[in-house]
């Protein structure tokens, strides 16, 4: 079975992803954590074609050692870098092969992102579409970066984040809307188990009426 978990930043839908690996005993791919790696690769470099250069080399070398630093890949700053290489189409074209061979590994997998349900995995059994207000959104990653000592400035965070959801959803090759076929789940009131609950009874429901052929 293929689980494909599309939403925003900082929408809960890794940690939901997660928990639905668990769930269902799933090997789970954080497809961020790729822009995120590439990124660091050219952190530090000006914008332009040595940028461009560089995280193209980035994607086509990328080792899955590197996405194991999570904390390093996880700030702020980190998914600001990845949305800005994350338009670069040449970029894309080089990590759809590694998450698409990920997706299709016998058994299934589950995959969270921007694109899973509509370019990596169009024919995927089973797609989430996450949502939660900005606000909610703003406070959840602000409280996971004080969780690990970080100093949060809380406006700086929420622009930061309205920003990259803006760079997301403009990206001629990101494919970052919810596909047709996928169901939204709206978190801004849900504690995590409350979501994962009912995103488990979303997936069943689906399995359900697929094995009942309908
Ligand atoms: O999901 P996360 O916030 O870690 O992603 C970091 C950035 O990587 C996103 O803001 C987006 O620009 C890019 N991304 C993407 N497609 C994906 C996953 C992430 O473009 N499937």
């Given amino acids: 079975m293929i689980i494909a978990v599309d939403g925003p930043a900082a929408s809960g839908k890794g940690t ?18 790729l822009y995120r790696a590439v990124g660091r690769a050219v952190q530090g470099i000006e ?36 949305s800005r290489v994350a338009v670069i189409a040449e970029v894309r074209a080089a ?12 058994g299934g997998a589950v995959l969270d992102g921007r694109d899973i349900g509509t370019k990596i995995c169009p024919d995927a059994d089973v797609k989430l579409f996450i949502q939660a207000d900005s606000k909610a959104r703003m406070e959840r990653r602000a409280r996971q970066l004080e969780g690990r000592g970080l100093a949060v400035d809380r406006y700086a965070l929420y622009h930061q984040i309205e920003e990259r959801d803006a760079r997301d959803m403009l990206n001629p090759h990101g494919g970052f809307y919810k596909a047709d076929d996928a169901h939204l789940l709206d978190t801004t009131q849900l504690s995590i188990e ?11 429901r689906t399995m359900a009426l697929k094995a009942g052929g309908q």
Wanted: charged share 20%.
């Fill in 16 to 33: 939901l992803a997660a928990g639905l690996a668990d769930h269902y005993g799933l090997p789970h791919l954080d497809t961020g954590l």
């Fill in 194 to 204: 409350a979501a994962l609950r009912a995103a488990i009874a979303i997936i069943d």
């Fill in 95 to 106: 990590l759809f092969a590694f998450q698409r061979e990920f997706a299709t590994q016998p």
């Fill in 47 to 82: 914008e332009g074609p040595e940028f461009v250069a560089r995280a193209i080399a980035a994607a086509c070398s990328l080792d899955a050692k590197a996405l194991g630093d999570r904390d390093a890949l996880t700030t702020a700053e980190a998914g600001a870098i990845a």
